[in-house]
RNA sequence: GGGCUUGUGGCUUAGCUUGGACAUAGCGCCGGGCUUCUAACCCGGAUGUCGGGGGUUCAAAUCCCCCCAGGCCCGCCA
């Protein structure tokens, strides 16, 4: 309703002002939406622009497809504000199961994101790149592109050789509780230990690197075995935290089916591409200084290479590709685009994290010194569990502890996603175990209170009579749902839909304390019950477009 | 040394792409509100040279330049 709005002020206007580029934004406090037209048409006629504005805002009164938007001149500035019966239609629409889903489009999506190395569990800056991946996936299947999430897995790299070298060794076993994944980074932090004591030990690693390049099945199976155990590790952190992947793409695969060759046969044919013992692309007219290096001088792939195959396939194979990566992964992520536009193929789009630390310094698996996120989620659990008790100690122990679950995953997801991914940022407990507001739990918390109004409700119909300011404001909020949708996936910016879903509660909230629903009579109670049926139901939305589970109690 | 990026009240943070109306909110602090729809809530108050300096503009947190500080990157690793 709104989107549609936004584009018929923008027709109008353009065809008032006789502009093509005419300023816009949210209004913010004033209105629904707001331009500074007239400040530009000022200069070019040199005079006043409030005159102006009211001229303009003369003229769009008059305008028949802007009828139910009120249109005001303050001063220079002019405010546009949908009217009642638009946004009955957007209430009316937020009613309905699924509200703000957009039409369905043809754009095939495969959105990567985690394919952390697999030599040691998820911590808590790998689950940025999770979260952040899976926030856009579900908006983007929301605005109705239909999405392949994939999950990349190194598993060629040196740390992997490490880890089996390390396996090989056997200096110890799994304890009987460990998950697969803590126990290779214990074998991978003692492998490197043992390295760095006695470097001769190095050419065993080598030699297991150059074996699995070479096809060797032993050892091919070994690396597979390391690595499968420790995805296994993965998909119960990632299952817990409600990331889902539909397809891991294995990046030896590349090797066996001959796409990597392939890629380098055709890079040889580009005009910057040097053979010399070694085989590299010279990037200088792209502005890289660096030789982007593609074989090594003993014939072996590099990763730039593998990463070739693998976005020239994926944009082979889908429409849109989108790539959530670490901010370490900034230089290479250019390098690759740049190559693949020099080959024809399609590039990427990626969305760049920066770094989590801990207050001790950078997370570092090899040196062991990350929070992981298993630990994280145990812990928000056990702080989860213990407000469930106090709060609702009528309810079962196993109907607390689901919630006490479900508040845990919203509280982790939101309290990342809240931050910009261009910010770094430094762990802090404190923070990850607060449950008020802006954060997860608060959003699902309006959510409930809502549930729990509409179940003492009974039978009611839908009624539309939007007038105390608090009424006013939570039902404009909602008819922007649909827009704030759009805007996530267009501008890949998830943070977007959890500042508006902590609005949407904010919102609630205040109508919550100041408007009686149930203890109102008449056509009033009709249509608070309306408003909260639609509150609620776009926070249930809002919250599952989130990846946090919309609890009916808490 | 070069490149990318961040710097907003004591702490955390939105806004910066598309310059405009009193800079967003939370934590913490002070003071209020549960016989009334779940107080994981709400209301009020104090706290800001939007890192510093220059520039462009009628107008700069937002654009440009310089400087300072933090993070990341600069491997025939991945």
Redesign the pocket.
Known sequence: MVLTAKEEILDALCRATKLDDI?L?E?????DF?S?VA??L??REKSA?APIAAEIARSLAKDPTLAGITITA????L?FTIGTERLTRALAAALEPGYGALPSKDTRVVLEHTSA?PNGPLHVGHIRNSIIGDTLARCFRKAGFPVEVQYYV?D????IAIVVWGLGRATSLPDPNEKPDHYIARVYIAANRALEEDPGLTTAVDSLMQRVEQGDPGVERQFRDAVSRCLAGFSVTLRDLAVPHDRFVW?SDFIRNGDTSRIIGQLRHLPGYHVD??EYLDLREQGF???Y?IR???GTS???ARDLAYHTWKGRNFDRVIDVL???????GAQLIATLHLMGEKTPDIVHF??V?LPEG?MSTRAGTFVSADDLIREVSMR?LD??TT?RPELSEEERTV?ARA?ARAAIRYDII???P?????F?W??AL??????G??IQ?AH??A???LA?AGDWQPTYEIVTTHEVALARHIARFPAVIEETAM?L?P??LA?YA?EL??HF??F????????SEGATRESRITLVRAAQNTLHEALETLGIDA????
Do not use: W
């Open positions: 300023p934004t209004g913010g406090g004033h209105a707001a500074t400040f530009v000022a200069k622009p303050t001063g220079p500035y405010n190395n190194n060629m790299g040196r740390q990046e013992g070694k200084d660096k030789e290096v090594r001088s003993d590099v990763y730039a670490g901010a370490d992964h900034k230089l290479i920066e770094f630390s950078a989860a407000e469930v709060r919630i508040v809240r931050i910009s261009d910010k770094s940022t430094v802090n404190k923070e607060n449950f008020e507001r802006q954060s739990p608060y918390y409930a209170r549930c729990s109004i003492k501008t910016r943070g977007l500042v902590r509660a904010d909230n205040a919550y304390q100041f408007e009686p629903v149930l203890g609890l009916r109690s808490m």
